[in-house]
């Protein structure tokens, strides 16, 4: 992972925009990927100029051919590359001298394949980089922009898009070819469709920062095996998502470790665990999809209608059964049903046949005309507790499937309101379904689809609603203490850190150490013991014993004077007996606490998503519920709050069954010290705070016991 | 809901291939329902003679025209009614003196409608009765049986669907339709495909009953908004699936409380609480699916191949992205990557090119031919870790579509394992994934899908290999004593049974009530301590007192002779003190049970699904993780395991932490008999044992506190 400056919008621009485009290596032979992608510029009605270049022919398509590129009299904005891979690296020189700043690498065989490839790959880097040069691949299938300003189809793909506002990006180019049929049978079109491939230069972050800019776009959908920076990357999707509103989606490759290993055999990738990238979505605003349909059915959500202003939907319907189905779905996935106003009652009862039920979801039951749907759909649409309508047709014998879409569509382009449409069948509905693609209403095949693709669009609604406030750093945290610590280890080789020290670094992070000390004779001890408050514990202190219980070297719950005194001479003597000589380095005081819930806290720092913080309550909790919630640092104000509350089990520190509620401010203090800590200090690989023991509300939290790795 | 006879197969036999039907109440008016229906049943090839009446036509669609029923000359095996509601009853009234024994009522107006409906749905019931007819409907779409013997489309659906081996039953009439469109749009075909709507007579439990011995079914589909007797349909469900191993998959509508009160306005269908219901689909073996679409994928998984012997699957594709996404949801679903054989490597290296990935899931890359496929498709199968194969084909420029689908069918033809495949995208696959489909290869638009499916076949194939064993009647359980109890407290007029009366009634039944005894001497209670064995706990005996703690009735943890005297003579202190004179009935003294972990087992009689039995842990696990499993009584002993087992915290129960494993054969047998239990004494509405404490395992448990309601 390297951390690079970004792609400035100027350099984006100018692969999606070229006034001409040279395709490099280009050939004659109809059906291969060198004469398709030229096939398909000229055939797509590209607006500006092409040049092939092959050293061997005169004319193909009837263009006039250049022996290489160097050889072109005028400037040229875009080279697509289709040389075989061996080759390139000449090519990609070639475009250098010309003075080319942005290219396409269509060509396979580089990174994918392996060693030999992977260097190859490296130098085609290394020139385009001599020269300045921006681009995208190589092993992609290529790039397409829909604006009839430039209408470019540099892609081996079977068809140019319809234009749209959604831009897709993916990794996987074969993808791209599915995509591009599945979205075609539904009339969805495209601002940009981008195949990155390897992404030697150009990545999905530089390619996400262009789409937020770009006005076409109005959706953005990823499909992606790994991500080249996770930081950045969650960055980007949260300023698109806060500062231009529009939704991301993305469909990752490789939740499972086999997937995962499957993805490193496809093209290296590698693949982090799933529930820290879940999280990690969660708090950029990401919207995770499962697979290809439901990326698009949310897709559609999002391009064609408005966002909701909330969850009240009214269900419009020709038949029972899929009302009753669509109405179980719907407050499945957390959507209510409106309460209709007495007017809409009314406005229902009057027009619709006595047998209808006038009641939400509204049946205008098997013999409904196209106005008796007009109607019902412009009530609820009209009526202030409904913030968006949902009409489902079933193709009953009497039912005139072009005219009610018509109804619907004209009903719903006079509305700010959602409207979704599930004409249930195939081919019955299909002139239907057809009428209501192209006037842009999302359609689903399944009412299931459309209420969880509407329930998406109210989750990213709230989404837009919550605030994100940075968490101001803590001025008091000894950073220089902590350096010190940390250096000390290093420089000793050591990865584990001691105990003392653990906690040492701990409290010069204001963390919230028990009250201890570290004493040498019984009546320090004592002193000590009086100053932090019985009842105590007390633990023998050396680097020799992993085991100190066993040994005798613990005792717990002293809670006077005498049982101080007793403890120290007991763990002394049985010190001495197992340990050699001047092993002792001193006895420990502790603060005993008492029957606080115990959490974990932890820092992990993931080879892909970095400092990947962890909250969840202690034993049975974490063991057999696996209970437990993740941010990626730095975390914001309010995911604090989210993390905490989150868990399944954050019932028991609210307070159940009579127990009071425990301090869980404290815990957010934690979790934003150890953020900031985990930002300042790499080095640290894992910290864990295990257990941290949280008192009643105001009366804090304790680390009973940590331990860090570098 | 009534408990009726089942109809015999000859019964409904008789509806579905009748020699001869009338088509009572047809008419002239093209687009209506009396109309459709007869030319329905005359375009779509009816293999036996129709008779239309009608009191006002001489000839309908070219056919002579019958006044009535009764005038038609020959034997009429079937009458499908199309009279409106309100003259129904006189047509019935004439079928049953023509002779006529079967019928399909169509017309709408009945229960659905309200009150006034209700009755004449009734006065139909009772004639068809009077004169021993068996009828589908009323309010329904009508019935259609594509056995080429009959080929009836005795329905106003638009269209007559495919042969198959798929029964389809429905509840909503309007479904049908969208389904007969959808699945027409796959090729998928039918057996039979049945409209059953108010069930006035012939029901669900009827109909699976008849399709169990129908040769022609092979899977059968049901859409439900309510059961008419749970117990019935659990078990004719689970006889055809033990039986005859075809899968009993239900769409059941009404799954929240909004969809429930939405399916009781439609049909007035009372839908059941959705955990129990789960619950008991789960213990008959029935697949229950969330959507129409989800159904069918998983009926051609079973319709169209053999059952997996395993979830070892290989999978086979010409992109990268595809496979990785197939492998994850493969894992995530449950199956497993097989590991190829040496041979199976061997032979792949050998046939397919350098840069094609031979390790399962198989890339055989983007300008993969038929062959290619071909070649991998077959070493695959043929490899003895392989149980199942997985196609799929994105639609790259250089890719042979349709030679691709022959090339899979017949591979897989020649195959005992299952193949499933997914041609990624939409019209430019279209050509192979029709010709996949007319092959019977299961396809799925999206690998998502195909996998789902698989795992609920490969669910299906465990289903069947799991034993059901009846747990015996226990012989030691008091009923006469039980009874006996029960009477006395019903016939005082009271619904709640004091703690003696219920601890009773669990001692009747052999349930480990902990050893007690309610005395009314302080000598008498010293006596049953030392018999019981310290510790031992002393509680007041009153029908006038809640809570016994508050007025200081209850003294815990007695563990001397002493503590005894002193806890006896207090409670009486305290109990005089607050009670009316004579109130108190005497003491309690109870085995005191250390640190058993508490359970919680539960009855509820729930009004669909009769005798409900819960499990769960106590306190916590009940009350925020909500962690409990349901069984309809009786119970299986096999399930009675599962039942216990099946709940998240039972880690807890089989010991964590260092804790010894608790007692769970001794849950299980407090299960059974409570099963006996529910089954004898039907007035029994609840019964809570909460806690029921478990000890260490071969220690038994014991009820420490119940309640019983009537």
């Given at each position: 992972?390297?951390?690079?400056?970004?792609?400035?919008?100027?350099?984006?621009?100018?692969?999606?925009?070229?006034?001409?485009?040279?395709?490099?290596?280009?050939?004659?032979?109809?059906?291969?990927?060198?004469?398709?992608?030229?096939?398909?510029?000229?055939?797509?009605?590209?607006?500006?100029?092409?040049?092939?270049?092959?050293?061997?022919?005169?004319?193909?398509?009837?263009l006039?051919?250049?022996?290489?590129?160097?050889?072109?009299?005028?400037?040229?904005?875009?080279?697509?590359?289709?040389?075989?891979?061996s080759?390139?690296?000449?090519?990609v020189?070639?475009?250098?001298?010309?003075?080319?700043?942005?290219?396409?690498?269509?060509?396979?065989?580089?990174?994918?394949?392996?060693?030999?490839?992977?260097?190859?790959?490296?130098?085609?880097?290394?020139?385009?980089?001599?020269?300045?040069?921006?681009?995208?691949?190589?092993?992609?299938?290529?790039?397409?922009?829909?604006?009839?300003?430039?209408?470019?189809?540099?892609?081996?793909?079977?068809?140019?898009?319809?234009e749209?506002?959604?831009?897709?990006?993916?990794?996987?180019?074969?993808?791209?070819?599915?995509?591009?049929?599945?979205?075609?049978?539904?009339?969805?079109?495209?601002s940009?469709?981008?195949?990155?491939?390897?992404?030697?230069e150009?990545?999905?972050?530089?390619?996400?920062?262009?789409?937020?800019?770009?006005?076409?776009?109005?959706?953005?959908l990823?499909?992606?095996?790994?991500?080249?920076?996770?930081?950045?990357?969650?960055?980007?999707?949260?300023?698109?998502?806060?500062?231009?509103?529009?939704?991301?989606?993305?469909?990752?490759?490789?939740?499972?470790?086999?997937?995962?290993?499957a993805?490193?055999?496809?093209?290296?990738?590698?693949?982090?665990?799933?529930?820290?990238?879940?999280?990690?979505?969660?708090?950029?605003?990401?919207?995770?999809?499962?697979?290809?349909?439901?990326?698009?059915?949310?897709?559609?959500?999002?391009?064609?209608?408005?966002?909701?202003?909330?969850?009240?939907?009214?269900?419009?319907?020709?038949?029972?059964?899929?009302?009753v189905?669509?109405?179980?779905?719907?407050?499945?996935?957390?959507?209510?049903?409106?309460?209709?106003s007495?007017?809409?009652?009314?406005?229902?009862?009057?027009?619709?046949?006595a047998?209808?039920?006038?009641k939400?979801?509204?049946?205008?039951?098997?013999?409904?005309?196209?106005?008796?749907?007009?109607?019902?759909?412009?009530?609820a649409?009209?009526?202030?507790?409904?913030?968006?309508?949902?009409?489902?047709?079933?193709?009953?014998s009497?039912?005139?499937?072009?005219s009610?879409?018509?109804?619907?569509?004209?009903?719903?382009?006079?509305?700010?309101?959602p409207?979704?449409?599930?004409?249930?069948?195939?081919?019955?509905?299909?002139?239907?379904v057809?009428?209501?693609q192209?006037?842009?209403?999302?359609?689903?095949?399944?009412?299931?689809?459309?209420?969880?693709?509407?329930?998406?669009?109210y989750?990213?609604?709230?989404?837009?609603?919550?605030?994100h406030?940075?968490?101001?750093?803590?001025?008091?945290?000894?950073?220089?203490?902590?350096?010190?610590?940390?250096?000390?280890?290093?420089?000793?080789?050591?990865?584990?850190?001691?105990?003392?020290?653990t906690?040492?670094?701990?409290?010069a992070?204001?963390?919230?150490?028990?009250?201890?000390?570290?004493?040498?004779?019984?009546?320090?001890?004592?002193?000590?013991?009086?100053?932090?408050?019985?009842?105590?514990?007390?633990?023998?202190?050396?680097?020799?014993?992993?085991?100190?219980?066993?040994?005798?070297?613990?005792?717990l719950?002293?809670?006077?004077?005498e049982?101080?005194?007793?403890?120290y001479?007991?763990?002394?003597?049985?010190?001495?007996?197992?340990?050699?000589?001047?092993?002792?380095?001193?006895?420990?005081?502790?603060?005993?606490?008492?029957?606080?819930?115990?959490?974990?806290?932890?820092?992990?720092?993931d080879?892909?998503?970095?400092?990947v913080?962890?909250?969840?309550?202690?034993?049975?909790?974490?063991?057999?519920?696996?209970?437990?919630?993740?941010?990626?640092?730095?975390?914001?104000?309010?995911?604090?709050?989210?993390?905490?509350?989150?868990?399944?089990?954050?019932?028991?520190?609210?307070?159940?069954?009579?127990?009071?509620?425990?301090?869980?401010?404290?815990?957010?203090?934690?979790?934003?010290?150890?953020?900031?800590?985990a930002?300042?200090?790499?080095?640290?690989?894992?910290?864990?705070?295990?257990?941290?023991?949280?008192?009643?509300?105001?009366?804090?939290c304790?680390?009973?016991?940590?331990?860090?790795?570098?």
């Amino acid at each position: 992972m390297s951390f690079r400056k970004m792609k400035t919008r100027e350099e984006i621009e100018r692969i999606f925009y070229p006034a001409s485009i040279a395709v490099v290596g280009t050939n004659k032979v109809k059906g291969t990927v060198p004469c398709d992608i030229l096939e398909n510029i000229l055939k797509d009605g590209y607006q500006g100029i092409i040049y092939p270049v092959n050293p061997k022919e005169r004319s193909i398509c009837g263009l006039r051919v250049y022996k290489y590129v160097i050889d072109i009299e005028d400037q040229v904005d875009l080279a697509v590359i289709v040389y075989p891979a061996s080759v390139c690296h000449l090519a990609v020189e070639q475009c250098g001298q010309k003075g080319i700043k942005s290219m396409v690498i269509i060509s396979a065989g580089f990174r994918e394949t392996g060693p030999p490839g992977t260097e190859r790959e490296k130098l085609v880097g290394q020139i385009a980089n001599k020269y300045g040069i921006s681009f995208i691949g190589p092993n992609c299938l290529g790039i397409i922009n829909t604006d009839p300003l430039v209408r470019m189809n540099a892609s081996f793909a079977r068809r140019m898009p319809d234009e749209g506002n959604i831009a897709f990006v993916s990794q996987s180019g074969a993808l791209c070819t599915a995509v591009l049929d599945y979205a075609a049978s539904k009339h969805i079109g495209f601002s940009k469709f981008i195949s990155f491939g390897n992404k030697a230069e150009i990545n999905e972050i530089d390619l996400l920062n262009y789409l937020k800019d770009d006005p076409l776009t109005k959706v953005i959908l990823l499909y992606l095996e790994e991500i080249s920076d996770v930081q950045a990357f969650m960055e980007i999707s949260r300023t698109i998502i806060s500062q231009t509103r529009k939704p991301v989606l993305v469909l990752k490759a490789g939740r499972t470790p086999e997937g995962a290993s499957a993805a490193a055999s496809h093209t290296g990738a590698l693949a982090g665990k799933d529930e820290i990238c879940e999280a990690a979505f969660r708090q950029a605003g990401i919207i995770r999809c499962d697979d290809i349909e439901q990326m698009f059915n949310y897709a559609i959500a999002f391009a064609y209608r408005p966002l909701p202003k909330g969850n009240h939907i009214a269900i419009i319907t020709n038949a029972g059964g899929p009302g009753v189905l669509t109405t179980d779905m719907a407050v499945r996935m957390g959507l209510k049903l409106s309460e209709f106003s007495e007017e809409t009652t009314r406005t229902l009862k009057k027009n619709l046949p006595a047998a209808a039920n006038i009641k939400n979801p509204v049946d205008v039951i098997g013999d409904a005309s196209p106005e008796r749907y007009s109607v019902a759909l412009n009530a609820a649409l009209n009526d202030d507790n409904v913030e968006a309508a949902m009409v489902i047709l079933t193709p009953q014998s009497m039912t005139d499937i072009k005219s009610v879409a018509r109804e619907i569509s004209s009903v719903a382009e006079n509305s700010v309101k959602p409207v979704l449409a599930s004409f249930m069948g195939a081919s019955d509905v299909a002139i239907g379904v057809d009428l209501l693609q192209k006037k842009n209403i999302p359609h689903y095949q399944l009412p299931e689809n459309m209420c969880r693709a509407f329930a998406c669009a109210y989750g990213f609604t709230k989404e837009l609603e919550k605030k994100h406030t940075p968490v101001p750093r803590f001025a008091d945290i000894d950073s220089a203490a902590v350096r010190c610590l940390l250096d000390e280890a290093l420089a000793a080789g050591r990865h584990y850190l001691t105990e003392t020290e653990t906690l040492n670094i701990l409290e010069a992070c204001r963390l919230p150490v028990l009250p201890r000390a570290v004493v040498s004779s019984c009546s320090e001890a004592l002193y000590v013991a009086a100053d932090i408050g019985y009842p105590v514990v007390m633990k023998v202190v050396s680097d020799f014993i992993v085991h100190k219980s066993d040994m005798g070297g613990v005792v717990l719950n002293i809670s006077r004077h005498e049982e101080a005194e007793e403890a120290y001479k007991k763990i002394i003597r049985n010190a001495e007996a197992s340990l050699p000589k001047g092993a002792i380095a001193g006895l420990l005081v502790e603060k005993m606490v008492g029957d606080g819930q115990e959490v974990i806290l932890g820092l992990k720092r993931d080879p892909q998503f970095g400092p990947v913080i962890m909250f969840g309550l202690g034993g049975i909790y974490v063991e057999v519920f696996k209970d437990v919630s993740f941010r990626i640092a730095p975390v914001w104000k309010e995911s604090v709050r989210e993390m905490i509350t989150e868990i399944r089990s954050f019932p028991v520190l609210a307070g159940v069954r009579g127990k009071k509620p425990r301090d869980v401010e404290s815990i957010e203090t934690c979790i934003e010290r150890l953020s900031q800590l985990a930002l300042d200090f790499p080095e640290i690989k894992e910290l864990d705070m295990n257990p941290l023991i949280v008192e009643e509300k105001g009366k804090g939290c304790f680390v009973a016991d940590a331990r860090i790795i570098l």
